[in-house]
Nanobody
Framework: QVQLVESGGGLVQAGGSLRLSCAAS????????MGWYRQAPGKQRELVAQ???????EYADSVKGRFTISRDIVKNTMYLQMNNMKPEDTAVYSC????????WGQGTQVTVSS
């Protein structure tokens, strides 16, 4: 199975930017869709953004206009560019791929200070 590994999390001040990466151990073309979830302490898991094999994208209302999801099929990597970040973006971000089977990354912590 193709495994996914996130990187790029960390601490950033409000208004700042981070870029998360989700590197796959094999071709990401096997996935019909890939995306990012996040979960903050005491809150339900939230779908942040998703991109399909046909490059259709969708975003949570809370991140529209600030976050951008993209894929590099040559590098087998998915990205989440996060701009104008807010303290409420603080969460563990996990990437996933859905297709014949689902794969999940281990998660990366993102903390936005006010």
């Amino acid at each position: 199975q193709v495994q996914l590994v996130e990187s790029g999390g960390g601490l950033v001040q409000a208004g700042g930017s981070l870029r998360l990466s989700c590197a796959a151990s094999g071709s990401i073309f096997i996935f019909n869709a890939m995306g990012w979830y996040r979960q903050a302490p005491g809150k339900q898991r939230e779908l942040v953004a998703q991109v399909t094999r046909g490059d259709s994208t969708e975003y949570a209302d809370s991140v529209k206009g600030r976050f951008t999801i993209s894929r590099d099929i040559v590098k087998n990597t998915m990205y989440l560019q996060m701009n104008n970040m807010k303290p409420e973006d603080t969460a563990v971000y996990s990437c996933y791929g859905k297709g014949w089977y689902d794969s999940w990354g281990q998660g990366t912590q993102v903390t936005v200070s006010s």
